[in-house]
């Protein structure tokens, strides 16, 4: 009996598959997704805790309801693994010829079964009750899932969400998959309340999802297929709003996962295979700003450090954030309420650091306007992460430029080396007069070994590192590297000396600088990090537009790119010293 149930995930090529299936089938189809994620992820990379706590749910999804005509809706999509698995996509997974044709987010473009592209967090609930009120505006009867995280409960919008679900008076599913964490552990007041009801098995009269108006479900083993498809069905065609609290284990299946869920949200190539710690080790701009904020605050007791839930990106380590104590706090996945809540510390007497990843900033946009800028009070925001990726979709870190550098008020700068970075933040601690971003560069750390004395309080004062002739190359933030790269390529292919600049602020222009290249340059180009629309480049190009100064821009063209090779993207926006130096010689020819 035993061998005609072995590799169950074989013949499951389609959520009908699954439906044909016997509990003991079910059973053995999950601990084979698990071990295929496992082994897979551990190659390639990607989330790994996430995924491996939600398998029977999955599959206890797809055999009670009808996907895609019922509607299921990730949040984050930090748990669509097992659900690709199932929807047609396992050879992603099995196949290691073939473990990168398929996005590790959901992508419509690749299955019906997938309803949106997804990668921040806190949208499932509003896009499920944006389903569900189009079904009921045509008169459809499908039924609407939204699977969230308790992590992303922390999210304004999943709040939103919550908010007009409750009140939709017709079908829609809500799963509360709670592990008792986010990427690190959860913060804020709803999960005291989650805690309780946990603890009493969903019995607590306190209980937030009924207040709201919600009918509510407690189940405490969301590893248990048999339990879950009964609660599923019971749950299943129901014409009002339902919540479903399920109870699971982040990391389920491997012990380091389980005991280490911060670790194993998300892992490299090889984590599983290594004995020691796979932790960088050596300094880094994260390890160089927690080092300079905790001597900070050590010597000004208003210094405080901010993460919308993603510490590790910005170096914020455990240990960083035990030390800290007051001078550090967690406000979840919520980066709108983050931005106004350092703009309140600024405004009251304090020092707000807030560390963002550059995809993420683009949340809080009104917030940076209204809530900071507009009352123009001097917190301090560093963006990490900022550059043209190969990332997904849903993850691009190359629009902050735009985004951040026309809100006025707001001061972006963009260091070059850690000299600069640490002047440029502590500058901007200490002073009263603006808001204040931070580009954080990017990769290896560079030093000069000589301290930065320049005053940044002297706006848009660009810096000449090497006065030239003909051509001046002005090379922002992370792009000052290849600068050089171009500098040394037009020396030697072309025999021009060209003037090399250093920008540093990324909100303004060195009128003065600008004027003096029209007296022996020909042509000026810009380089920078990031999209070209609304960015840096065209600023300076605005400038010489009445004059015969010829400016070329060279940055990223305006797109969503999936995935695509770095050198790619460098390759086909000429973003390298020799297809450069060659856009040059055709301009001054």
């Known amino acids: ?66 996907s895609p005509i019922d509607k299921i809706v990730f949040d984050v999509s930090h748990q669509c693994y097992p659900h690709k698995m199932l929807t047609g996509r396992k050879e992603s997974f099995t196949n290691p010829e073939k473990y990168g044709i398929y996005t590790g987010y959901t992508a419509p473009e690749e299955s019906p079964h997938d309803l949106f592209k997804v990668g921040h967090t806190s949208t499932s609930v509003s896009l499920a009750t944006g389903l569900a009120k189009g079904r009921d505006l045509r008169g459809g009867k499908e039924n609407v899932i939204a699977l969230i995280g308790d992590g992303s409960l922390s999210g304004g919008e999943a709040y939103e969400g919550l908010n007009n679900a409750a009140v939709l008076g017709s079908n829609i599913i809500i799963i509360i998959n ?42 405490d083993e969301g590893h248990d297929i048999k339990k879950l498809i009964e609660l599923f069905e019971k749950v299943k065609d129901t014409n009002y709003p339902v919540i479903i609290h399920m109870h699971t284990i982040k990391g389920k299946g491997v012990e380091a996962a389980e005991l280490d869920k911060e670790s194993y949200h998300w892992i490299v190539p090889g984590t599983l295979d290594k004995k020691e710690s796979c932790s960088f080790v050596g300094e880094s701009y994260e390890s160089i700003t927690a080092d300079y904020i905790t001597k900070k605050y050590n010597q000004d007791r208003s210094v405080i450090a901010i993460s919308p839930a993603t510490p590790g990106v910005s ?71 900022g550059a043209i990726s190969s990332a997904d979709a849903t993850h691009l870190t190359c629009f902050d430029i735009p985004l951040i550098s026309n809100i006025p008020n707001l001061v972006y700068l963009a260091p070059t080396n850690k000299e600069e970075y640490l002047k440029m933040l502590d500058w901007s601690v200490e002073q009263n007069s603006y808001p204040v971003a931070i580009r954080v560069p990017v990769g290896e750390v560079i030093t000069t070994g000589v301290e930065d004395y320049t005053d940044y309080s002297i706006l848009n004062k660009f810096k000449v590192e090497e006065q030239g002739s003909e051509v001046a190359i002005i090379g922002l933030g992370n792009f000052f590297e290849l600068g050089k790269k ?104």
């Open 1 to 66: 009996m035993q061998n005609t149930m072995t590799n169950v995930l074989e013949r499951v090529n389609s959520p009908e598959d699954v439906k044909q299936l016997s509990l003991e089938e079910l059973n053995l189809l999950a601990e084979e997704i698990r071990q295929t994620i496992i082994k897979r992820v551990n190659i390639t990379g990607g989330h790994f805790g996430p995924n491996l706590g939600i398998v029977e749910a999955t599959i206890a999804l797809h055999y009670v309801f009808n």
């Open 178 to 219: 709670d592990n008792d964490m986010s990427i690190a552990e959860n913060h804020g007041g709803l999960y005291g309340n989650l805690k309780l009801l946990r603890d009493t098995k969903g019995l607590a009269e306190n209980n937030f999802f009924k207040a709201l108006g919600f009918e509510y479900h407690y189940i």
């Open 315 to 385: 170096g914020f380590t455990k240990e960083f954030r035990d030390k800290a104590g007051i001078h550090y706090a967690d406000v979840g996945i919520a980066e709108e309420h983050a931005v106004a809540f350092a703009s309140g510390i600024a405004k009251n007497g304090g020092k707000p650091i807030l560390a963002v990843m550059s995809s993420f900033i683009q949340r809080t946009y009104d917030q940076l306007s209204q809530d900071l800028a507009l009352n123009n009070n001097p917190a301090t925001l560093l963006i990490f992460w």
């Open 486 to 589: 171009v500098k040394s390529e037009l020396i030697a292919k072309l025999g021009i000396h060209p003037t090399l600049i250093n920008p540093r602020f990324i909100t303004g222009i060195d009128n003065q600088l600008l004027e003096t290249l029209k007296e022996n340059h020909k042509v000026v180009i810009t380089l920078e990090d990031g999209v070209l629309d609304g960015g840096f480049g065209e600023k300076i190009a605005r400038f010489y537009g009445s004059s015969d100064m010829k400016v070329l821009n060279f940055g990223a063209k305006k797109e969503f790119t999936d995935r695509v090779p770095l050198d790619v993207i460098y390759q086909r926006n000429h973003l390298t010293p020799e297809l450069i130096t060659e856009d040059i010689k055709r301009c001054l020819s």
